[in-house]
């Protein structure tokens, strides 16, 4: 069955650091992946999009790698500051490239 | 524009009663999507929509649901009868074809008692 798999702890960081949080896929071929951030009694909010002949896209302090070997997405914050706390999710395409699969979310943390 | 509009924002309802959520997608975009946010199952696709006609409705939990999209600017997520494990936040949300990005609602959070 098909799986969209991302760290159920919270991650907690100080301050300045890089936050790491990781997306694992099982049993899809994506055309394209992207990340999304949610805060607590909104929406999510898309962050970027990385396709699967790209290795790494980068925006401001964000940046996420797709290795589609490993099915495995990483997503980086460099430079963390407490307004990026927040839950990030992951997202895949369907095989008809317009419906979205996500995973749980990953609930970051960022404390001064 | 005023983004992807979702009304109510809340609802609270007892058991067996029909519910019925709404939502205005952004101006032009012609895909629609309604998904259900639980904390066991996360963000789940219910249904979504192409030019106002459905084209995956495999997410839809059971009979007891429906999606409408009458016309490009409205679309409704009925629950009939609703069930206490209905109790989820609704989310709609809409994109182009041309763009794979998706902007979401605010949602609806529903409490079926």
């Known amino acids: 069955s098909q799986k969209i798999e991302q760290n159920s702890e919270a991650l907690n960081i100080q301050e300045g650091k890089t936050a790491t949080l990781t997306c694992n896929y099982t049993?899809?071929?994506?055309?394209?992946l992207q990340w999304y951030r949610q805060d607590p009694g909104r929406g999510p909010v898309f962050l970027l999009l990385?396709?699967?002949?790209?290795k790494e896209k980068r925006k401001e302090r964000l940046k996420v790698t797709f290795d589609t070997t490993l099915k495995q997405s990483l997503f980086h914050i460099t430079a963390s500051q407490p307004a990026d706390s927040a839950t990030y999710l992951c997202?895949?395409?369907?095989?008809?490239?317009?419906?979205?699969?996500f995973g749980k979310g990953t609930s970051l943390l960022v404390t001064p | 524009d005023a983004g992807v509009i979702q009304s109510p924002r809340h609802e609270v309802t007892e058991m067996g009663q029909e519910v019925t959520l709404r939502c205005k997608p952004i101006?032009?975009?012609?895909?629609l999507f309604w998904y259900r946010q639980t904390m066991m199952r996360g963000l789940e696709l219910l249904i979504y929509?192409?030019?106002?006609?459905?084209?995956?409705d495999s997410g839809m939990p059971e009979d007891r649901f429906s999606a409408k999209m009458p016309n490009a600017s409205f679309s409704t997520l009925k629950i009939q009868p609703s069930e206490p494990r209905d109790s989820a936040v609704y989310f709609c949300?809409?994109?182009?074809?041309?763009?794979?990005?998706?902007?979401f609602g605010p949602g609806t959070r529903l409490l079926v008692l």
């Open positions: 949300a809409s994109r182009t074809s041309s763009q794979e990005t998706q902007y």
């Open positions: 049993n899809y071929s994506p055309a394209y």
């Open positions: 990385i396709r699967e002949n790209e």
């Open positions: 997202a895949l395409d369907e095989n008809s490239g317009y419906a979205l699969n």
């Open positions: 101006s032009g975009h012609d895909y």
């Open positions: 929509f192409n030019n106002n006609v459905p084209i995956d």
